[in-house]
C-alpha cells in the first residue's frame, strides 16, 4: 500500500468520525461571517431606502440569484473537497454555468433596440466600487470559512480554496445587493462577478498553504 493510499484511508476514518462536528463548526461560521458581513452592509452602506420596490422587480431577483447560484456551487465544492472520500466532478462547469446564463441575458439586453447605451448599462453609477466593496464584505466570512476548513483534510487543498472563496464572495454579493442601486445584467455580469472572483483567487492562492493537510 503506498503512502497516499494510506493517508487517504486514515483520513477518511478520522472524517467518518468528524462528520457531524464539521457541519456543525461550518454553519456556525456562515452564519456568523454572514451576520458581519450584514452588520458592515447595513452600518457602512445602508440598504437601499427603495429595497420594497426594488424586490418587485425581476432584475433586482436575477442578480441576487446570480450571487446565490455562485455560492452555492461554492459551498458544495468545498464541503466536498474538505473531505477526502468524497469527489467531486466537473467543478469548473458548474461555476461556468451561472456565468454564461447571466452573461447571455446580458448580450440580449445590449442588443435590445430599447436598451440605454451599452456604457451606461456596464457603468451603472458604482463601477468603480462595486467589486471592491463585494470583496470587502467577504472578508469576514472568507476568514472564518478557512479557520473551519484548515482543520479538515482536503486532498485538494487550492479547489477548496478556491471554492471556499467563490462562496464568501457570493454571499458577500448577496448582501451588497440590498444595498447596490444597480439592476443591468450587463453590471452584474462585469462587477458583482469582478468582486465575487477576487476571494475566489485568493482562496486559490492561499488554500495551497492553509488548507494543506
Same mark, same amino acid.
Given at each position: 500500500?503506498?503512502?497516499?493510499?494510506?493517508?487517504?484511508?486514515?483520513?477518511?476514518?478520522?472524517?467518518?468520525?468528524?462528520?457531524?462536528?464539521?457541519?456543525?463548526?461550518?454553519?456556525?461560521?456562515?452564519?456568523?461571517?454572514?451576520g458581519i458581513s450584514f452588520l458592515m452592509m447595513a452600518t457602512l452602506l445602508k440598504i437601499r431606502p427603495d429595497l420594497m420596490f426594488a424586490?418587485?422587480?425581476?432584475?433586482?431577483?436575477?442578480? &441576487?440569484?446570480?450571487? $446565490? /447560484?455562485?455560492?452555492?456551487?461554492?459551498?458544495?465544492? !468545498?464541503?466536498? @473537497? *474538505?473531505?477526502?472520500? #468524497?469527489?467531486?466532478?466537473?467543478?469548473?462547469?458548474?461555476?461556468?454555468?451561472?456565468?454564461? &446564463?447571466?452573461?447571455? $441575458? /446580458?448580450?440580449?439586453?445590449?442588443?435590445?433596440?430599447? !436598451?440605454?447605451? @451599452? *456604457?451606461?448599462?456596464? #457603468?451603472?453609477?458604482?463601477?468603480?466600487?462595486?467589486?471592491?466593496?463585494?470583496?470587502?464584505?467577504?472578508?469576514?466570512?472568507?476568514?472564518?470559512?478557512?479557520?473551519?476548513?484548515?482543520?479538515?483534510?482536503?486532498?485538494?487543498?487550492?479547489?477548496?480554496?478556491?471554492?471556499?472563496?467563490?462562496?464568501?464572495?457570493?454571499?458577500?454579493?448577496?448582501?451588497?445587493?440590498?444595498?447596490?442601486?444597480?439592476?443591468?445584467?450587463?453590471?452584474?455580469?462585469?462587477?458583482?462577478?469582478?468582486?465575487?472572483?477576487?476571494?475566489?483567487?485568493?482562496?486559490?492562492?492561499?488554500?495551497?498553504?492553509?488548507?494543506?493537510?
Amino acid at each position: 500500500m503506498n503512502t497516499d493510499k494510506l493517508i487517504q484511508i486514515l483520513a477518511s476514518d478520522y472524517m467518518r468520525d468528524s462528520h457531524p462536528a464539521f457541519k456543525r463548526r461550518l454553519l456556525l461560521a456562515i452564519g456568523l461571517g454572514g451576520g458581519i458581513s450584514f452588520l458592515m452592509m447595513a452600518t457602512l452602506l445602508k440598504i437601499r431606502p427603495d429595497l420594497m420596490f426594488a424586490a418587485t422587480l425581476p432584475t433586482f431577483w436575477l442578480k &441576487v440569484f446570480f450571487a $446565490i /447560484a455562485l455560492l452555492g456551487v461554492g459551498l458544495m465544492g !468545498a464541503t466536498k @473537497t *474538505a473531505m477526502p472520500g #468524497k469527489s467531486i466532478t466537473n467543478p469548473y462547469w458548474k461555476i461556468a454555468l451561472p456565468i454564461l &446564463v447571466i452573461w447571455i $441575458i /446580458a448580450y440580449w439586453t445590449i442588443i435590445n433596440p430599447s !436598451a440605454p447605451e @451599452t *456604457a451606461e448599462l456596464i #457603468k451603472g453609477s458604482t463601477w468603480q466600487v462595486c467589486s471592491l466593496l463585494i470583496a470587502f464584505l467577504s472578508t469576514p466570512i472568507f476568514i472564518l470559512v478557512f479557520w473551519v476548513l484548515r482543520d479538515m483534510a482536503s486532498v485538494r487543498p487550492r479547489l477548496t480554496g478556491l471554492m471556499a472563496g467563490l462562496f464568501s464572495g457570493g454571499l458577500a454579493a448577496s448582501i451588497y445587493s440590498l444595498h447596490c442601486p444597480e439592476l443591468s445584467p450587463v453590471f452584474v455580469g462585469i462587477w458583482y462577478l469582478l468582486g465575487i472572483l477576487i476571494p475566489a483567487t485568493i482562496g486559490a492562492l492561499l488554500g495551497k498553504k492553509i488548507l494543506r493537510w
